[in-house]
T-cell receptor, first 112, second 114 residues
Framework: GQQVMQIPQYQHVQEGEDFTTYCNSS?????IQWYKQRPGGHPVFLIQLVKSGEVKKQKRLTFQFGEAKKNSSLHITATQTTDVGTYFC????????????FGSGTRLSIRP | GAVVSQHPSRVICKSGTSVKIECRSLDFQATTMFWYRQFPKKSLMLMAT?????????EQGVEKDKFLINHASLTLSTLTVTSAHPEDSSFYICSAARQNYGYTFGSGTRLTVV
């Protein structure tokens, strides 16, 4: 079935260090979305990228969509303890663009 | 904003009983809602797409007679886990899409079958 691969699976960093998670698809995507899920919580929409090569920033978070629209990344500068959680990318499904398929997620933990 | 309310947040039931989970879009109409299942420390797995006024579309491997979905109005979708067994214990989350808000998720239901 359709898969959106995400790496790394886990990342443990010292507070203040940077963090990056990568998302890859074997097919060209019309768009890609990023979500954050805090421990015990539900996914919260962060952003959607649509254009080839698009870069968007939200404070310390930088989101990129690859030129070929097959990969994306989320970079957090100077992590804080509030950044703890699992970050998922998500892409439209093959059979129906109205549904989204989630990547495997990257779980970020931080040492104070 | 786009708010999706899911109820109950937690439920414990006996094996063999059925459990109904509700998902409501509070400030917008959702002709389509989605039901996901999430195992501990795993990603969200799409179970089915709930369509208002018509049958739900189930993903491959998901038993439609086991997980009954009803989308009777533009603001309410329900998922009923029938004849629940311990292996059905999981975190179930619904979502709905709204333009400019991405997919908004309910707070999830943690089901424990004993």
């Amino acid at each position: 079935g359709q898969q959106v691969m995400q790496i790394p699976q886990y990342q443990h960093v010292q507070e203040g260090e940077d963090f990056t998670t990568y998302c890859n698809s074997s097919t060209t995507l019309s768009n890609i979305q990023w979500y954050k899920q805090r421990p015990g919580g539900h996914p919260v929409f962060l952003i959607q990228l649509v254009k080839s090569g698009e870069v968007k920033k939200q404070k310390r978070l930088t989101f990129q969509f690859g030129e070929a629209k097959k990969n994306s990344s989320l970079h957090i500068t100077a992590t804080q303890t509030t950044d703890v959680g699992t970050y998922f990318c998500a892409a439209p499904g093959y059979s129906s663009a109205s549904k989204i398929i989630f990547g495997s997620g990257t779980r970020l933990s931080i040492r104070p | 904003g786009a708010v999706v309310s899911q109820h109950p947040s937690r439920v414990i039931c006996k094996s063999g009983t059925s459990v109904k989970i509700e998902c409501r879009s509070l400030d917008f109409q959702a002709t389509t809602m989605f039901w996901y299942r999430q195992f501990p420390k795993k990603s969200l797995m799409l179970m089915a797409t709930s369509n208002e006024g018509s049958k739900a579309t189930y993903e491959q491997g998901v038993e439609k007679d086991k997980f009954l979905i009803n989308h009777a109005s533009l603001t309410l979708s329900t998922l009923t886990v029938t004849s629940a067994h311990p292996e059905d214990s999981s975190f179930y989350i619904c979502s709905a899409a709204r333009q400019n808000y991405g997919y908004t998720f309910g707070s999830g239901t943690r089901l424990t079958v004993v």
